[in-house]
């Protein structure tokens, strides 16, 4: 059976690792941190993950915890205005949920069912020297190690990366202990918050290491009012800061987060990273190739949260691509017909996630301000969270934004 060699446990790589073993596989997995360094270490990120991808993990019988995670029913947009106050406000319906499970939880879990189904786990943190070696005894390397030090190996493409500077301040805390959002608690709901010219707070529910709980997450744009996280140690400092930035700029979801607690000392997470897409083959020095995964070739900005929705369609395409390639190589071309097929889906969340880091032009603010009386609108919004290829339909261009309004107002 061909030998494959995945380096990285995270969503992709974990994807795809038990995805290929299900299908056979003799899978190799490289992690630097073994299942119980990740369950008891810092949160990696919020994980909202929509329909689509949460299906490819079904499809793959890997929902060990759907059951449990709270079901995002709605995506809410506020906007504030210049007195703090709520001037755009509204929830639109998801045609399918999404959920947040702790990629703590998650990781550990699957990686643990890796080795416990057969898999052959390593746990190093894998060098190029390590893939030079591993590219002559394996059929294929797969790289899914995330954002770090192995995206040396890929080359920027500047053509499709227009930022070279992170755009947003990173900073997340979890939380026990908000209470329900005050417009509709019947339903979970994902809500984004926008101040203008400042950035914006996203607040979820997830489930975590210690059940359910919720997440507040400030993306600051650099230099401004938000952009205080770096250099905090103390996580009691961090929820401090996260708090007083909800009075000041969003009073209504600070006034549900009065008696937040973190859910642990770990439960906080603070950084920036410049979008970037990357070359998705690696040239070892003995001349070796190797195809990145995921986060590795496209990394966006968490603003629309997608990453891990798109690590998910990611592993998914390549899994596609690796069983119907059959006994063949898995040479150059194959690897850049792989990346090719999950551009197709890339490109519409890179596209829409760079937007969303600008400054909206005045159709897309006409846009999000109908929304609150267009509850079609709202729907198709959220939706797009979902399946983002859909906002070339009617956000990107004013002329369909205007017709698009013209015809849900008519209806
Ligand atoms: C603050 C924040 C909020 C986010 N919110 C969302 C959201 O709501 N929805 C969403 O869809 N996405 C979100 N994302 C993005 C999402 O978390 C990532 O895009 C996704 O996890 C990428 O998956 P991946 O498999 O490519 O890499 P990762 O999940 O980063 O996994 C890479 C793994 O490789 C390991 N590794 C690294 N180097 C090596 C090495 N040399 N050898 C071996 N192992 C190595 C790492 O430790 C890690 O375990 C968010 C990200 C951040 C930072």
Redesign the pocket.
Known sequence: MRKILV?????????LALGLQSHGYEVTL????TADE?RSGR????????HT?LQHERDLQLNFWENQAPKIEGLGVSVAGPESQRVIDWVGRLDGYAQ?VD?RVK?AGWMEIFAQRGGQLVI????VSDLDYFSRTYDLVLV???????VSMFGRDASRSPYSEPQRA???AYVHGLGPRPEHPDYDA?RCNLVPGVGEL?V?PTLTNSGRAD?L?W?GIPGGPLDVFNGVKDPSEHLSLTLELMERFTPWEYARATKVELTDANGT?S?R?APTVRNPIGRLPGGGLVLG????VV??D?I?????????K??AAYLASILEHGDKEFDESWMQQTFDRYWDTAQHVTKWTNAMLGVPPEHVLNLIGAAGTLPPVADRFANGFNNPADFENFFYDPEKTGAYLASVAGA
């Open positions: 380096v990285g446990a995270g969503q992709s790589g974990l994807q490289m992690s630097n941190r990740i949160v990696m990120s919020t994980q909202c993950m929509f991808a947040s990629q990781m190093h943190g894998a060098a899914s190690a995330g954002k770090g030090e192995l990173l900073a997340v994902v996203f979820m997440i997450f993306e997470l950084g990273y995964v995921a986060d590795v990394a966006n968490p629309t949260g997608q990453g891990s929705n798109s690590a998910s990611c592993a």
